[in-house]
């Protein structure tokens, strides 16, 4: 498997908050909002910009209620669930994201195409896991700070999920770290499994999105500033793995002593 490479060493990690980085996440906005789009959309660029599209197609992975539904919502500037309901069968969700890549300096429109699926449908069909494992680009395994249960198994869900695709991104977030006062996962256990499995750990917030001067309406910026370095972290691990797939750079897996 492709080591992971060095946060910000693909992607320039602030980029987004440039007067450029500003003006490009104009075409994923609409008057402060976040756009939403379907399967077979795609933000309109001015006809000058010439920006190459990546597309890449993600499972959400973890046990029923750490958050998966959650983050998807919040990934894409949607309204997140205030009482948890599982999702009852396949959940896809598109998101778009522009980055600049480190070395090119070229600006790249990053797609995501998000799969989420109930456990208990993954449980009762047998079809579902294959359908969202099925040319998958990467595994993205949630756990939630408020639950030991979920961190302890997520050993068990890279094994099963994950362990014979040895070419796909595998990254771990944790859900509701707002609450991290209240953890059951403390640091050393986080430090721990990083050692042991050696992939990416990001954390992220449950709390309600900032909302526009209305009191109603999520912020759209601000929204893309609070989940940007998931998005960020996504496209730097996919693009550096397409890399490396295409030999395009070495595979530090392959070099390493041992």
Sequence with gaps: MTRPPAPGSVIVPDWHESAEGKECLTCILRKSRRRVFGLLERPVLPPAVAIDTASYKIFVSGKSGVGKTALVAKLAGLEVPVAHHETTGIQTTVVFWPAKLQVSERVVMFRFEFWDCGESALKKFDHMLPACKEKTDAFLFLFSFTDRASFEDLPGQLTRIAGEAPGVVRMVVGSKF???????????????????????????????GRRLADGRTLDGRAGLADIAHVLNGLAEHLWHQDQVAAGLIPNPAENAPG
Excluded: G
Aim: net charge negative; proline share 10%; charged share 30%.
């Design 178 to 208: 707002d609450q991290y006062m209240h953890t059951d996962v403390p640091e050393r256990d986080l430090t721990a499994f990083r050692q042991t499995w050696e992939l990416p750990l990001l954390r992220v917030k449950s709390v309600p």
